[in-house]
DNA sequence: CTTGCGTTCGGTTTTTGTTCGGTCTAGAAT
DNA sequence: ATTCTAGACCGAACAAAAACCGAACGCAAG
């Protein structure tokens, strides 16, 4: 992988920003307008010079705003005096009874012991919004371990995407022809469904003081 | 699953607002409206292009409002390893309101980023016992990370020696003339004193669920 | 009947990636 | 000094995909 010039580093920097804000690549033109280019022709060089050296991907020949990030693989490094182990777990978003899981635009991490989850490569941290969970002992602000799993034991807290495509955080309960999912509010009524999809088991609920 | 156009994805997004705000889908033409588009066959376009590509679903044929989400599988981000600061802090004991803290004969140990405290050679970890602080959302059989500290805060959460040398956690509050200690429990009264002492200050609470 | 809604039809306009020549510069090789 | 190469750029043109329009049509509920 050779190394980019300063410009096709720009350029890609501007796609990335502009995934992350938009959600879908930008377009040629767009990229140009943004470098006082007047022909998209130069764009089209530089694109291609990305993908050759393999830091992104485009689709069939024509598709429009196809670019794709291609994941490169991040440095990891160890160090020898370290007292235990840690897990650097990504910070994935804020979520909220009802709303989707709203993500964070920091790259933002928290250190957690490892001792916490199984399977560090498959977990990642949210925060809490709001006081849905209160009767659980999760506040608002908290931070709860998720570890991604796919069978969830009755009683575990999960986060569970329902039909309408929002996230909660509720107890899973799979009972012999359905499964319940009960929220952690008495003035709230258990949600009942034939399956849904569980994102990920609550591993641990960590609550920082602010010192000030 | 092809990837969304600009259009699409910018369609999509109004959608999932509209559910979240309203609780319902809008219309074609009021997704039309809001794009400044005076034909709904446009947007009857989108809604197919998104329906084709497995983002949305609609009811029957001419069913009004009918859109619903269709849940998308989440990304799997890597988390990583990394030397982070961490502090193993003892495990003193158990804390139960009323009671002395009662000491943990195994010389335990919890590993804690360093983050969560400011002082980690001046720290220690107590486990809760009871459920008398569930208001504060601290539970039975949750950790917390006790921070030695001779001047709390207002509304911080300390551990409290009272006269009767039982240990305590309580939030704190300076008034006036006296000291609040103020229990997470709404049948609880709160106690005055004019002078205690105060063993540490709560930094953290941490929930670990067993994944077992 | 009116209103709101999704649907269908044809045709037009805009956007977008791509290609083809050609210019300019800076640095290395001959 | 000359040639060669690589990076960055321009302007024009092209074809396909995407987006859009306006006018209907059918259906259901108030």
Not at 27 to 36: A, C, D, Q
Not at 98 to 114: C, R, S
Not at 159 to 165: F, G, I, M, Q
Request: proline share 6%.
């Amino acid at each position: 992988m050779g190394n980019l010039t300063k410009k096709q580093n720009d350029v890609l920097q501007f796609i990335k920003d502009h995934i992350r804000d938009c959600g879908y690549a930008p377009s040629y033109r767009e990229i140009g307008e943004h470098f006082k280019l007047s022909s998209s022709a130069t764009v089209h060089g530089h694109i291609q010079s990305l993908v050759d050296k393999g830091v992104i991907r485009i689709g069939e020949e024509g598709e429009a705003r196809s670019i794709e990030l291609v994941p490169q693989a991040e440095p990891i490094h160890r160090s020898f005096r370290l007292s235990a182990d840690v897990v650097n777990l990504p910070m994935m978003g804020l979520i909220a009874a009802g709303q989707p899981i709203e993500a964070i635009t920091d790259n933002e991490t928290m250190a957690v012991p490892a001792s916490f989850v199984l399977d560090g490569a498959n977990s990642y941290v949210l925060k809490i919004k709001g006081q849905s969970m209160i009767e659980d002992g999760i506040l608002d602000g908290d931070f709860v371990v998720i570890e991604r799993n796919p069978s969830p034991r009755n009683g575990e807290v999960v986060v569970a995407l329902l039909d309408n495509a929002f996230a909660t955080l509720k107890r899973f309960y799979r009972e012999p022809s359905r499964i319940r999912l009960q929220p952690a509010n008495k003035t709230m009524d258990p949600i009942y469904v034939q399956d849904c999809i569980i994102q990920g088991v609550v591993r641990a609920v960590i609550r920082k003081f602010q010192p000030v």
